[in-house]
Each structure stands twice: as C-alpha cells, then as structure tokens.
C-alpha cells in the first residue's frame, strides 16, 4: 500500500513517464509503462499526447482515482495509528521485563 499511496500523493499534477520513473526506486522505463498502460485501460488515469518533437506524453489521475486515493489516505492513517499503538505496548512490556 505505502507504493500506491506514495504515488498519488506526487501525482496531483500531470505526470511524465521519465519524472515518474526518476521519483520511483527500482522500476524500470518499460515496467511502468506497462504498469500506466494497464492503469489506463482500467480508468484509473487518462493519457495525454502530444505530437511534439520528441513526443509528449504526460499522465494524470482520472476522478476514479482520486476517489480510491482518499480511501488510500484514510488506511494509512489507519495503518499509522496501530503502528504507533504498536510500538506503545512493545515498549511497554519490554520495560516490564
């Protein structure tokens, strides 16, 4: 989850495919073009080219999107919140020890 949620928060704007690809570690130019072809074609985000000199090809997130991101948003603060409570009761019964 914490990949997909990075990803929306730096995608509040249009998206090229090199800016993508230099702001996510370990992916290479081809896999995420597969990986924003297939989001594409579910309607996650749309696609907007232009035929310049080179080509310009930036991505965007589509309303459906936003909406999953502000579901996103909502499970990882969920997902902090027992992190932290976590992290309370380790340190509580190490002390208890």
Known sequence: ME???S???FWGRFLSVD???SRIDGISSRLLTERLRDLEEKGFI??????TIPPAVTYG???RMQEIGV???K???LAQKWQ???SKRIRRNAKGM
């Open 46 to 51: 749309f696609r907007d080219y232009k035929p």
């Open 84 to 86: 932290q409570e976590d």
């Open 61 to 63: 997130l589509t309303k």
């Open 75 to 77: 499970l990882d603060e």
């Open 3 to 5: 990949r997909s949620t």
């Open 71 to 73: 579901a996103l948003d």
């Open 19 to 21: 800016d993508a690809s």
């Open 7 to 9: 990803l929306l928060k």
